[in-house]
């Protein structure tokens, strides 16, 4: 594929999202505020989200956490911890681009000096060197880039196998998958089981490090669908403060 076919590719598929964006998140009917929180959640989809979050939790129990199980007693922390580092290390593209687009200089800047030092000093990213030299990373995606331009939020969704989500981040994850170059990288030389790859170990992740916190909020919450619906929100919000979402941090699912 030529040069000009993958920027009109990755341009049409940005521009679905903006459009999506902006077009659908203003359809959002009857918000109501958080149980634990002020802040507002429309949630017109709520009998939908509860039926996909039952799914989610069968999955998890019958499929997700034995994997989880086997993978903790196979791979010792500091192995799983390298895992993450280095798939947080390959988002780095996709932070800086994310960065920019919002205006933010000295953030596209720490992005830059972090993958430098743990592409480096890290090992290739094994190591999260950067953060033990005081520069934590700090996740940007396209979704935050739209809150940033003023897009709301729309309606709550539960997403098979993904989770909790919203309709603009939903459209923010196109965009990022439209300025990842890995993933281009992948179609466009016929080498698709990198994202394949890159998928799954994050999926695998993420579970491993979200599993007993919410086991923790299902066991101590009433309604365990509110609990993680306002769990959420108040990340994705904090997030987009530049705020540390600190332990209600639920990692995203790329």
Same mark, same amino acid.
């Given at each position: 594929?030529?040069?000009?076919?993958?920027?009109?590719?990755?341009?049409?598929?940005?521009?679905?999202?903006?459009?999506?964006?902006t077009?659908?998140?203003?359809?959002?009917?009857g918000?109501?505020?958080?149980?634990?929180?002020?802040?507002?959640?429309?949630?017109?989809?709520?009998?939908?989200?509860?039926?996909?979050?039952?799914?989610?939790?069968?999955?998890?129990?019958?499929?997700?956490?034995?994997?989880?199980?086997?993978?903790?007693?196979?791979?010792?922390?500091?192995?799983?911890?390298?895992?993450?580092?280095?798939?947080?290390?390959?988002?780095?593209?996709?932070?800086?681009?994310?960065?920019?687009?919002?205006?933010d *200089?000295?953030?596209? $800047?720490?992005?830059?000096? @972090?993958?430098? =030092?743990?592409? !480096?000093?890290?090992?290739?990213? #094994?190591? +999260?060197s950067?953060?033990?030299?005081?520069?934590?990373?700090?996740?940007?995606?396209?979704?935050?880039?739209?809150?940033?331009?003023?897009?709301?939020?729309?309606?709550?969704?539960?997403?098979?196998?993904?989770?909790?989500?919203?309709?603009?981040?939903?459209v923010?994850?196109?965009?990022?998958?439209?300025?990842?170059? *890995?993933?281009?990288? $992948?179609?466009?030389?016929? @080498?698709?089981? =990198?994202?394949? !790859?890159?998928?799954?170990?994050? #999926?695998? +992740?993420?579970?491993?490090?979200?599993?007993?916190?919410?086991?923790?909020?299902?066991?101590?919450?009433?309604?365990?669908?509110t609990?993680?619906?306002?769990?959420?929100v108040?990340?994705?919000?904090?997030?987009?403060?530049?705020?540390?979402?600190?332990?209600?941090?639920?990692?995203?699912?790329?």
């Amino acid at each position: 594929m030529s040069m000009v076919s993958k920027f009109k590719s990755s341009t049409a598929v940005l521009a679905l999202a903006l459009v999506l964006s902006t077009g659908l998140a203003g359809c959002a009917t009857g918000p109501k505020a958080s149980a634990s929180s002020d802040v507002v959640i429309s949630d017109p989809l709520e009998p939908f989200n509860r039926t996909m979050l039952s799914f989610n939790e069968i999955l998890d129990k019958f499929f997700f956490n034995p994997i989880n199980t086997a993978y903790r007693v196979i791979v010792p922390q500091f192995g799983r911890d390298a895992v993450h580092n280095v798939l947080e290390n390959l988002k780095s593209p996709v932070y800086l681009a994310n960065e920019i687009l919002q205006g933010d *200089i000295k953030g596209a $800047g720490r992005v830059l000096t @972090r993958f430098a =030092i743990n592409t !480096t000093v890290g090992i290739g990213g #094994l190591m +999260d060197s950067a953060s033990s030299n005081g520069l934590p990373y700090q996740p940007e995606d396209f979704g935050q880039t739209l809150a940033t331009w003023g897009v709301g939020s729309g309606p709550y969704i539960v997403w098979p196998i993904l989770g909790p989500s919203t309709l603009r981040d939903s459209v923010g994850f196109v965009g990022d998958i439209a300025m990842d170059p *890995i993933y281009w990288y $992948g179609k466009n030389t016929d @080498r698709e089981w =990198i994202s394949y !790859t890159r998928a799954g170990l994050t #999926l695998i +992740d993420t579970k491993d490090r979200t599993r007993n916190m919410l086991e923790d909020l299902r066991r101590n919450s009433g309604d365990y669908y509110t609990a993680l619906q306002s769990v959420y929100v108040q990340r994705r919000n904090a997030l987009i403060n530049d705020m540390d979402p600190g332990r209600q941090s639920l990692p995203d699912i790329e």
